[in-house]
């Protein structure tokens, strides 16, 4: 009966301790947070409660109040942003992935290895994320004019834009683009991308650099802290790799 009891008070201490770390993330870094999140809740205990989005909604809804602890964006620009409006801790930002571009199409032998299928035009519709609320979409917008295609896919209604990175991989998934813009971790399985793909080069967009921050109005400040740490160390540095992101 004592040892029942001793059990019972420690079980109970250790549920106290663990606490819900709530989580806005991009959404391309989604699937990959909910791999880290199982890794982090063995470690430590705690629980990520995570809602995605496009970077830039997500800014403006912490801005306007919304309760998260963490913010982990696909760019430093808006971390910082909130950090410069008190809305962010100063000196919690870090970067913790760098993004990879790929132009993708789940059907074989639609996009080519040089990415040359820009030019050549040989679609209908091609989707890259809103670069007013995306980075990846910003990016897909300054390959797209650094190979001299922007405008006149523009004005021929040809690109389709989706209002997160999530909503454009939806969008070249189910055929309604033929290919489009999204992050390599999205499409990669096992070392593995299904379709036909291009990685693009780095020097054909601006960094895609994605940066966390511990927001101001966290509930469990302790708890994100412990979590952004843990995002830092190899155990979460291997997994982000593997994934399909840089890390150094």
Same mark, same amino acid.
Request: charged share 20%; proline share 4%; hydrophobic share 50%.
């Given at each position: 009966?004592?040892?029942?009891?001793?059990?019972?008070?420690?079980?109970?201490?250790?549920?106290?301790?663990?606490?819900?770390?709530?989580?806005?993330?991009?959404?391309?870094?989604?699937?990959?947070?909910?791999?880290? !999140?199982? @890794?982090?809740?063995?470690?430590?205990?705690?629980?990520?409660?995570? $809602?995605?989005? &496009? %970077? /830039? #909604?997500?800014?403006?809804?912490?801005?306007?109040?919304?309760?998260?602890?963490?913010?982990?964006?696909?760019?430093?620009?808006?971390?910082?942003?909130?950090?410069?409006?008190?809305?962010?801790?100063?000196?919690?930002?870090?970067?913790?992935?760098?993004?990879?571009?790929?132009?993708w199409s789940p059907r074989a032998g639609v996009?080519d290895a040089d990415g040359a299928v820009l030019?050549?035009?040989?679609?209908?519709?091609?989707?890259l994320a809103d670069p007013r609320l995306a980075?990846?979409?910003?990016?897909?917008?300054?390959?797209?004019?650094?190979?001299?295609?922007?405008?006149?896919?523009?004005? !021929?209604? @040809?690109?389709?834009?989706?209002?997160?990175?999530?909503?454009?991989? $939806?969008?070249? &998934? %189910? /055929? #309604?683009?033929?290919?489009?813009?999204?992050?390599?971790?999205?499409?990669?399985?096992?070392?593995?991308?299904?379709?036909?793909?291009?990685?693009?080069?780095?020097?054909?967009?601006?960094?895609?650099?994605?940066?966390?921050?511990?927001?101001?109005?966290?509930?469990?400040?302790?708890?994100?802290?412990?979590?952004?740490?843990?995002?830092?160390?190899?155990?979460?540095?291997?997994?982000?790799?593997?994934?399909?992101?840089?890390?150094?």
């Amino acid at each position: 009966m004592r040892l029942l009891l001793i059990l019972a008070l420690v079980l109970s201490a250790a549920c106290a301790q663990a606490a819900q770390i709530r989580v806005a993330v991009a959404a391309n870094f989604h699937g990959t947070l909910q791999q880290l !999140a199982e @890794r982090f809740a063995a470690h430590s205990g705690h629980r990520l409660v995570i $809602s995605a989005g &496009a %970077s /830039g #909604a997500l800014a403006t809804q912490i801005a306007n109040g919304a309760p998260f602890d963490v913010f982990l964006s696909a760019d430093g620009e808006r971390p910082r942003w909130l950090e410069e409006r008190g809305l962010a801790v100063t000196g919690t930002r870090f970067v913790y992935a760098r993004g990879v571009l790929v132009l993708w199409s789940p059907r074989a032998g639609v996009v080519d290895a040089d990415g040359a299928v820009l030019t050549a035009g040989s679609f209908r519709h091609l989707a890259l994320a809103d670069p007013r609320l995306a980075p990846y979409g910003a990016a897909a917008e300054q390959v797209l004019r650094a190979r001299g295609v922007f405008e006149s896919l523009d004005a !021929a209604r @040809r690109l389709v834009r989706g209002q997160s990175i999530g909503q454009t991989w $939806s969008q070249v &998934a %189910s /055929g #309604a683009a033929e290919l489009g813009f999204v992050a390599l971790a999205q499409v990669r399985r096992d070392g593995v991308v299904p379709g036909s793909h291009w990685i693009v080069p780095r020097e054909l967009h601006a960094p895609i650099e994605q940066a966390a921050v511990l927001l101001a109005g966290a509930a469990e400040p302790d708890a994100a802290r412990d979590f952004l740490a843990w995002l830092r160390g190899d155990e979460a540095r291997a997994l982000i790799e593997a994934a399909g992101y840089g890390v150094h």
